[in-house]
């Protein structure tokens, strides 16, 4: 009973306990669920009306396309700026994926795994497809299906995994490599699908056809004359504020801008100092009594040139201007240089030279064996025809075409084989069959074809470039360190930058897709620093290439409009150019003038003229980009004046001397067909366009790359 009487007592504070336990607890389930939700926010890189896309998602994406790109390409790695046009073209695939989908979805247009199947392998072959190298007849050249069905055989063979590694890989990346345009065909073909329907909804009549056809097929020659704005002084103009703030709200939206950063900074060049040039020339002068005197440069070269020694004879079109002209004009043994040029030291010395063809067609028949190349060596020797034992027996592709392999110079005979075969190739007369053993197999090579004898010239050339030295590369980069460190805002860079050697730029505004800073490459770096960086802040150093680049915040740009007073400086010039259009119209009309030299006389210009005008010419010679020219030209009669008209830069009156008509007849059936092509076509990139730049779409991409 005491127990209890406490509890009693106490049950004020005991509730006040048990609450703060409560609301502990609540809280920190609150706190978990919101560090969560902030979690998945920053892993977001765009939401396309509302839809999120993570950054998972976008950088499997990214390492996909990427992959595509260094298969086809054969490298192993991409520079930096094929990997910002990656993420882009990325990027704005997968916005527009979203916005179609809307779309489609609203109209029930897919695409059914029928039609697909139908695309990638039935009758109707994607054309994305057909235009594939890897399916093509190695005779023809033109689409093989059978290549692409044996393809997809190996593909989608169950029992890769018994393969050989190396075997395994190949038919993976392959496997990879055709679901990447399996997607893109599907997603092709639904995009079609949608523009499609959009363009059959908007199709030319008979008006339409003769209007193209009339616009087409007269072209007109105008004399003119024209006054520009010019010669108005613009003091002469008033421009109140109330006009610049209407011509501000009628084209407001045209001045929406996304956020930015305004920073400044300095780029510092990453060059050679005069102790590296004086390192390298002294390397390459001590080299020259050598080169002279060595009867075998090939160590010599290989151990100190950038440019290996080639055991080839080149036409002298294969060197660049200096070298060829050495070439051309020295003897044999001869050395020239050391010469220095772009950074670069060189030295050159005539091996030989000799008279012989440029280039050998080949064609050649590979077995496995030395029994087997000697039996079928003896049945060529017996007359049998070259290409049909290719056919027959040859173990590589080109068997299907007679042994062919193609033409080749002497280095690209090396390149493609060895040695021995470049050997073989520019030693055999034509057509004699000559054996050669490679890494795949026994060669019994043919010479069908050669070219014309020419000069061929075999040089050394030892090439040394001029680089940064370690001890540079840290001068330059302590050098600006300190001056960073002794000057880290804005107002003491300026003030210190020019005594230090150093420029710092004006004020530079950047936006979160500018993928490099000025024409600074590799420079996103920087653009992903500062806006993470408020006003103030002075970054690290940033190495950009060939350049240390440190830049500073002055300010940021909200998203939305441009303010009324950053554009009022545009406006009031633009609102000047039309109150003068109209000033000088008004003032011609006055005068009721009746001749074009009278005009000109007025306007205190000359007459000029220009020919094949019409409606559709974009730009007119002597003129340039005035539509209202255009327009006037092709209402006006012939002998009649058109205008005045205020166009772009001044005020132009015109007269038509001749009306030019092509000899053609109309035919409505092929204009109507003509612009609704047309129509087709521009549909197909506008409507997509369109649907993307309606979406709500915002990039988060800046707090990743």
């Known amino acids: 009973m005491a127990t209890l009487e406490k509890i009693r007592n106490k049950a004020g504070l005991l509730i006040l306990v048990v609450g703060v336990a409560l609301f502990a607890f609540i809280i920190g389930d609150f706190l978990n669920s919101g560090s969560t939700y902030f979690r998945q926010t920053q892993e977001e890189v765009a939401k396309v009306d509302g839809e999120v896309i993570n950054i998972q998602d976008y950088q499997e994406r990214v390492d996909e ?7 086809q390409s054969g490298a192993s790695s991409l520079p930096e700026e094929y990997m910002n046009q990656i993420r882009q073209s990325v990027f704005d695939a997968m916005v527009q994926e979203i916005v179609v989908d809307e779309a ?7 695409v059914s795994p029928e039609e697909l199947f139908d695309m990638v392998q039935g009758e109707n072959i994607s054309p994305m497809i057909q235009q594939m190298p890897m399916f093509a007849n190695p005779q023809t050249g033109t689409f093989d299906k059978m290549a692409l069905l044996n393809f997809l055989k190996a593909i989608n063979d169950d029992n890769i995994a018994s393969y050989p590694a190396d075997q395994q890989m190949q038919l993976i990346q392959a496997r990879n490599f055709w679901l990447f345009w399996e997607k893109n065909i599907k997603r092709q073909r639904l995009e079609q699908k949608y523009t499609a329907l959009l363009a059959k909804a908007v199709s030319a009549n008979a008006l339409d056809a003769k209007d193209a056809f009339n616009d087409s097929a007269e072209s007109l020659d105008i004399a003119y004359t024209m006054q520009a704005y010019s010669t108005i002084p613009d003091s002469l103009i008033d421009v109140s504020k109330s006009e610049i703030e209407k011509l501000y709200n009628q084209r407001k939206e045209s001045f929406k801008q996304k956020e930015g950063k305004v920073i400044r900074y300095i780029a510092v060049d990453i060059r050679p100092s005069q102790a590296d040039y004086d390192k390298v020339s002294g390397n390459i002068e001590s080299l020259k009594e050598e080169f002279v005197t060595s009867s075998n440069v090939t160590d010599l070269v ?3 040139s950038e440019i290996p020694y080639l055991d080839v004879y080149f036409s002298s079109e294969a060197f660049d201007p200096e070298l060829r002209q050495f070439a051309t004009t020295s003897e044999i043994g001869q050395v020239y240089g050391p010469i220095f040029e772009d950074d670069k030291y060189r030295m050159f010395k005539l091996i030989d030279k000799k008279i012989a063809p440029d280039s050998v067609k080949v064609s050649h028949i590979i077995v496995t064996g030395e029994s087997v190349a000697d ?6 020797k017996g007359g049998s025809d070259f290409a049909e034992v290719a056919a027959a027996n040859s173990m590589d592709q080109t068997a299907a075409n007679g042994g062919e392999l193609g033409w080749f110079t002497e280095i690209s005979a090396l390149q493609v084989l060895n040695e021995d075969f470049k050997n073989a190739i520019f030693s055999a007369g034509l057509n004699e069959v000559v054996k050669v053993n490679s890494m795949y197999g026994v060669h019994l090579v043919k010479v069908t074809e050669k070219t014309a004898n020419i000069s061929k010239y075999k040089v050394a050339d030892i090439d040394m470039s001029v680089t940064p030295s370690s001890k540079t590369y840290s001068d330059i980069y302590n050098n600006l360190n300190q001056f960073i460190s002794a000057n880290n805002t804005v107002a003491k860079m300026e003030a210190a930058a020019s005594d230090a050697g150093y420029v710092l730029t004006p004020e530079f505004t950047v936006t979160t897709t500018d993928q490099i800073l000025g024409s600074i490459p590799n420079s996103r770096q920087v653009i992903h620093w500062a806006f993470q960086h408020n006003k ?6 940033f190495e950009c290439d060939d350049k240390f680049v440190v830049a500073a915040v002055e300010g940021t740009i909200p998203e939305g409009y441009r303010s009324l007073a950053s554009v009022t400086p545009a406006l009031r ?5 039309q109150k003068k259009g109209e000033k000088i119209v008004n003032d011609l009309k006055a005068k009721n003038l009746s001749f074009l030299e009278d005009y000109a006389q007025a306007m205190g210009a000359t007459v000029d003229s220009v020919k094949f005008v019409s409606f559709n010419t974009r730009r007119i010679s002597g003129i340039g980009i005035e539509p209202k020219v255009n327009a006037v030209a092709s ?6 004046l058109g205008g005045p008209v205020a166009g772009n830069n001044g005020v132009y009156v015109l007269k038509v001397y001749n009306k030019n008509k092509e000899n053609k007849e109309f035919n409505e059936a092929d204009e109507v067909r003509a612009l609704d092509a047309t129509n087709a076509y521009r549909f197909g990139f506008q409507a997509i366009q369109s649907l993307v730049d309606k979406a709500d779409v915002e990039d988060y991409r800046i707090r990743f790359y």
């Open 65 to 71: 396309m990427a992959e595509m790109y260094k298969m």
């Open 104 to 110: 489609t979805s609203k109209l029930g247009i897919q």
């Open 302 to 304: 290989s151990e100190n």
């Open 375 to 380: 039996s079928l060596l003896n049945v060529l």
């Open 536 to 541: 103030g802040s002075v970054s690290e150093i």
């Open 573 to 577: 010039s633009e609102l000047i150019s």
């Open 635 to 640: 209402l006006t009669a012939e002998n009649q």
